[in-house]
């Protein structure tokens, strides 16, 4: 609300007189404040929160032998192990010494394939990166489960033989 301060009589002109003090407009900002906290209220109250994005993982089920916990059929098992210069090594089964290379964009048809080729219910990826394989690697690793409609996979630590398989797969190719 603004206010103006109209006391002090008439206009007199002449000499002598004193002229008086101008006061200036005084303006109240009470309502102004008060309308932009309701503001912020109501924008706060009416929007809608922004979920959080998170990965579903299903855990296995706990049983009473540990080694009864994850068995897999081996010819069910197929092995990614993303490494250094984008390039990724596999196998199927359980013998590493089996190793092919591939590229990102070569592992979707075989993960397709192997998949077409398997019981859905026993097919399993086990994705295993090795120390030089980016974060980057991995997470498209994992893009390419979702993307393959891949419902059971499992990321382990890779052992020192397959790592072995690995270097000398990339030196004999000359990858630096």
Same mark, same amino acid.
């Given at each position: 609300?603004? !206010?103006?301060?109209?006391?002090?009589?008439?206009?007199?002109?002449?000499?002598?007189? /004193?002229?008086?003090?101008? #006061?200036?407009?005084?303006?109240?900002?009470?309502?102004?404040?008060?309308?932009?906290?309701?503001?912020?209220?109501? *924008?706060?109250?009416?929007?809608?929160?922004?979920?959080?994005?998170?990965?579903?993982?299903?855990?296995?089920?706990?049983?009473?032998?540990? &080694?009864?916990?994850?068995? #897999?059929? !081996?010819?069910?098992? *197929?092995?990614?192990? @993303?490494?250094?210069?984008?390039?990724?090594?596999?196998? &199927?089964?359980?013998?590493?010494?089996?190793?092919?290379?591939?590229?990102? /964009?070569?592992?979707?048809? #075989?993960?397709?394939?192997?998949?077409?080729?398997?019981?859905? /219910?026993?097919?399993?990826?086990?994705?295993? @990166?090795?120390?030089?394989?980016?974060?980057?690697?991995?997470?498209?690793?994992?893009? &390419?489960?979702?993307?393959?409609?891949? /419902?059971?996979?499992? #990321?382990?630590?890779?052992?020192?033989? !397959?790592?072995?398989?690995? !270097?000398?797969? &990339?030196?004999?190719?000359?990858?630096?």
């Amino acid at each position: 609300m603004a !206010e103006m301060d109209t006391s002090g009589g008439g206009h007199k002109k002449g000499p002598g007189v /004193k002229k008086g003090k101008k #006061l200036s407009t005084r303006v109240d900002l009470t309502p102004m404040v008060d309308l932009g906290f309701l503001l912020i209220t109501f *924008f706060i109250f009416t929007t809608t929160m922004s979920q959080p994005t998170a990965m579903k993982l299903n855990l296995p089920k706990d049983v009473d032998k540990p &080694e009864d916990q994850n068995k #897999l059929k !081996e010819s069910a098992a *197929f092995t990614v192990m @993303p490494s250094k210069a984008n390039l990724i090594y596999y196998y &199927e089964g359980v013998d590493p010494s089996k190793l092919q290379s591939s590229t990102f /964009k070569g592992i979707r048809d #075989l993960i397709l394939d192997k998949k077409r080729r398997t019981d859905p /219910k026993d097919f399993m990826v086990i994705i295993k @990166p090795t120390k030089d394989a980016t974060y980057k690697n991995l997470v498209d690793m994992l893009d &390419e489960m979702t993307i393959d409609a891949v /419902k059971r996979y499992a #990321l382990v630590d890779i052992s020192p033989d !397959e790592y072995k398989f690995v !270097e000398a797969t &990339e030196n004999a190719n000359g990858v630096k």
